[in-house]
Every structure is written in C-alpha cells, then in structure tokens.
C-alpha cells in the first residue's frame, strides 16, 4: 500500500523567515504528488501538483516543491512566509500502487509568529 | 453558490438517532467523494462516486451509507454511530475519476457523536 510521511507535526517560523514542509513517500514506480493546504475551519484547497516534466512546481503564493525520485521525496519550500500561511499543510501521492486514490501524510502545521 | 458546499456545518447526534450530511458541488464536476479527518489521524476516504456509480468502498462500517443521486449530489446517511466516528466530514469533487485529477473540498460538517 502506498503511504506518505509527513515527519513534523508542527512547524513554528518568524514571519519573514524561510520554511521547507518535508514529505517522503513509500513507492517504486511513477505517481503523481500534491500539496494541499487547510486554513482554519475551511476544506482542503490545492497548493501545487507534480504529475510529469519539471521537477520544480510552484503555487501562486511563492511556494515551491521539488520531486526527487531518488530520495522519494516531495519537500515544500517558501523563502519568505507571512502571517497569512499560518494553515495546515497536507502532502498527498496517487498513481503507483494506489490506482486513483489519494493517499494523505498526517499533515504539518505551519505556525507563523509576528 | 459556487465550488462545493455541505450542509450542515455542525452536528450533534446522539448514538440511536438518523442523519444525513448533504454535499452540493456547482463545478460540473463528475467524481465526488466523502472523507472523514479526525483528530491526529491522516484523511481517510471512505467512499468515492464517479458518474453516480460507487467505485471505491474503503471498508467503511455500514452505518454510514452514501448516496448519489445525480452528479451535483452527494449524501452520507448516518444511523446508530458510535462516539469514535466524531470528526470533520469533508466532501470533495472532481472533474473525473483519475490519479491526476485535483479535487475540489468542501469546509467539511464537525459530527459530534454523544
């Protein structure tokens, strides 16, 4: 069965300062990866999806997230967060063994302090 | 009303009562789904409707039973739950059924099961 780590619970940064959400997941052939994102008492909402090409995608809100195969990772990076990327972040993998559904990691909240 | 929505947002039920939650996306969207987000738990899909057909059942207790009845709809009916199934409920569709496909959330219904 295909599953997905998100190894920090939380996630606590200085506004201004840079963060990097780690997510791996467990697969040895192609899948198609996702970041979602969860602002307080709202459903999930898409950030970025990797499904073929670049290795680097980016979101509209200056994140960004790399596939690398080897490492079976898909970390989510932002030089610079604001008040406003306090959420929680869900990273999530399809394809591979697990057909057409959506396998979710437990999610990182992302804290972001003034 | 745009995107998808579900109603009611909260909800509070005693062990021997009958509910429904309602779903409604305005996407012309032709997958649908329910899962369940419990606290410190990874979302879990637990039904998954494309065209108005059931294709995933992820061995999900039978006192919760889904249905469809067109595309727009989705229903979760609830019968004689249990404590444990308290959670937020969140609705999702898609444009189709398939492992590239982003889906789309509802805010989600909190169940309080007494």
């Known amino acids: 069965a295909q599953s997905v780590t998100q190894l920090d619970s939380q996630v606590p940064v200085f506004e201004e300062a840079p963060v990097e959400l780690r997510c791996n997941y467990s697969s040895s052939v192609s899948v198609y990866l996702f970041w979602y994102v969860q602002y307080p008492n709202q459903g999930l909402q898409l950030l970025l999806k990797?499904?073929?090409?670049?290795?680097l995608v980016e979101s509209i809100n200056g994140f960004e997230a790399e596939f690398n195969k080897s490492q079976t990772s898909f970390h989510l990076r932002k030089p610079s967060v604001h008040i406003s990327d306090t959420a929680e972040y869900f990273c999530a993998v399809s394809g591979g063994n697990a057909g057409n559904m959506l396998t979710f990691g437990g999610g990182t909240r992302l804290m972001v302090k003034p | 009303e745009t995107g998808v929505t579900q109603t009611p947002r909260h909800l509070v039920m005693g062990m021997t009562n009958k509910k429904s939650l309602k779903c409604e996306q305005h996407l012309g969207h032709n997958a649908m789904y329910w899962y369940k987000q419990s606290a410190k738990k990874p979302l879990e899909l637990m039904f998954v409707?494309?065209?108005?057909?059931?294709?995933e059942n992820n061995s999900v207790p039978s006192r919760f039973s889904p249905e469809c009845p067109n595309s727009s709809h989705l229903f979760l009916h609830l019968h004689t739950l249990q404590p444990e199934d308290s959670a937020l409920y969140l609705c999702?569709?898609?444009?189709?059924?398939?492992?590239?496909?982003?889906?789309?959330f509802g805010p989600g219904t909190r169940l309080l099961v007494l």
């Open positions: 990797y499904l073929s090409g670049s290795t």
């Open positions: 409707y494309s065209l108005e057909e059931r294709v």
């Open positions: 999702a569709s898609s444009q189709d059924w398939g492992p590239e496909q982003t889906q789309y």
